[in-house]
């Protein structure tokens, strides 16, 4: 194999392997299954090479990654540092496996304990069975995943800047178009706003894997409402609209946007709607303050956890009386995909123990939601070493779309 790859960083690896006192990480996958093993090792990335049999990758805390792939798929990993086993039959799989982990007790694998995290519960339950078989601790390899595969570079970054402000102007022309349509006593319906965000989609060259949320009324009250051209309603006067918008750059490397704004199509929404948008707003900003202290403190950002921005938001929704209706965490990580492999910001669906790391984006996002409405405010962050910064402006109150 070649001693040098662009995308990762053995010594690095190593170092934090050192650091956390884990004898090795054991990357694996088998088609597609771990995507987060397949980012991080660059396979397919090239293309020229098919990947449709177990391969496995070890980053030792010291010494030389090694590697073993099936015969008919030698090449695989040829792009990587270390030296590479081959098997091809069951019985040389496995012994293979039993030399890759020969001197490692304590490996680190895209594993959660009780699957506490499923975005990094990435391996089977039986290749975890049969590394553990050979006498080999696994732990979660939850913040080498951080560390390796969700800090932005700089030019990350700049997409993601991009990717917001064009965002934002498509929300805003959805709201122009729903107020000047009503105004017009033109027929307007959640899903003609959806297609004419799409457009502005493709005229911001934006890409998503869905199309955007335009959400009136009770449905807005639904987090994953999704209008389609057989499903959606009217929307009418005296209306709540929720628009849940994410989106990247059309290039390799671009990371995406998310946003959510509320709002009313009349002059002045009821004090029931006002009150509860009130409260998200102050969920979302304790989160947001709770986050830029972090990153400025002594301590720095990593200090921080996941679990921690979410309690910040949750406690002010539920202290304002509103704890039943909070149906999901307070935000997630960002990446290539709209929900990243990063810590999320969730005390609620999980307990996310991992560290805010330097370099990182995420969303906040904490929503209110009813039978006749729901509301929601999601803006995106990104924390550095010192700094953590908002990357759009906040909403403060409800539109009103008169």
């Known amino acids: 194999m070649p001693q040098a790859t662009a995308g990762l960083d053995v010594t690095a690896v190593q170092a934090a392997l050192a650091a956390d006192g884990v004898d090795a ?36 805390a010291s010494g030389e990654p090694r590697a073993l792939v099936h015969a008919i798929e030698r090449h695989a990993l040829e792009h990587l540092p270390g030296t590479t086993a081959r098997y091809a039959g069951r019985d040389e799989l496995e012994a293979g496996l039993r030399e890759l982990l020969r001197g490692v007790h304590r490996v680190a694998m895209e594993y959660s304990p009780l699957c506490a995290i499923p975005y990094i519960a990435r391996v089977d339950a039986g290749t975890v069975e049969l590394v553990r078989k050979f006498g080999v601790d696994v732990v979660s390899s939850g913040d080498l995943v951080q560390r390796f595969a969700t800090v932005w570079d700089e030019a990350a970054i700049e997409t993601h800047r991009r990717a917001s402000q064009a965002l934002y102007r498509i929300k805003d022309r959805a709201f122009e178009a729903v107020a000047g349509r009503l105004a017009a006593g033109t027929l307007t319906t959640e899903y003609h706003i959806q297609q004419l965000m799409a457009g502005w989609f493709r005229d911001e060259g934006l890409v998503s894997d869905s199309l955007p949320i335009v959400a009136g009324q009770e449905n807005a009250g639904n987090p994953h409402y999704m209008p389609t051209a057989a499903e959606h309603r009217v929307i009418q006067p005296g209306e709540i609209v929720l628009l849940d918008l994410w989106g990247k750059l059309d290039r390799p490397g671009a990371v995406f946007a998310d946003i959510t704004w509320v709002g009313y199509t009349g002059a002045q929404p009821p004090e029931r709607y006002e009150r509860a948008f009130a409260t998200v707003a102050a969920a979302r900003d304790a989160a947001i303050s709770l986050v830029q202290r972090s990153a400025t403190g002594g301590a720095g950002i990593e200090a921080l956890r996941g679990w921690q921005v979410d309690r910040a938001a949750s406690s002010v929704l539920r202290s304002a009386g509103y704890g039943e209706h909070v149906l999901h965490r307070t935000g997630h990580s960002l990446g290539e995909s709209v929900h990243g492999n990063g810590v999320n910001m969730d005390d609620y669906e999980t307990h996310d123990d991992r560290r805010l790391l330097a370099g990182t984006g995420f969303t906040i996002e904490p929503g209110l939601y009813f039978d006749d409405f729901g509301v929601r405010s999601e803006i995106n962050m990104i924390v550095r070493d010192r700094d953590a910064t908002v990357t759009g402006p906040l909403q403060s109150k409800i539109v009103a779309l008169v």
């Not at 088998?30 to 397919?44: C, K, M, R, T």
Request: aromatic share 16%; net charge positive; hydrophobic share 40%.
């Open 25 to 60: 990480w054991l990357l694996y996958d088998f088609h597609g299954l771990n995507p987060i093993a397949s980012e991080v090792a660059g396979v397919g990335r090239g293309g020229g090479h098919l990947a449709t049999r177990r391969w496995y990758y070890l980053i030792p």
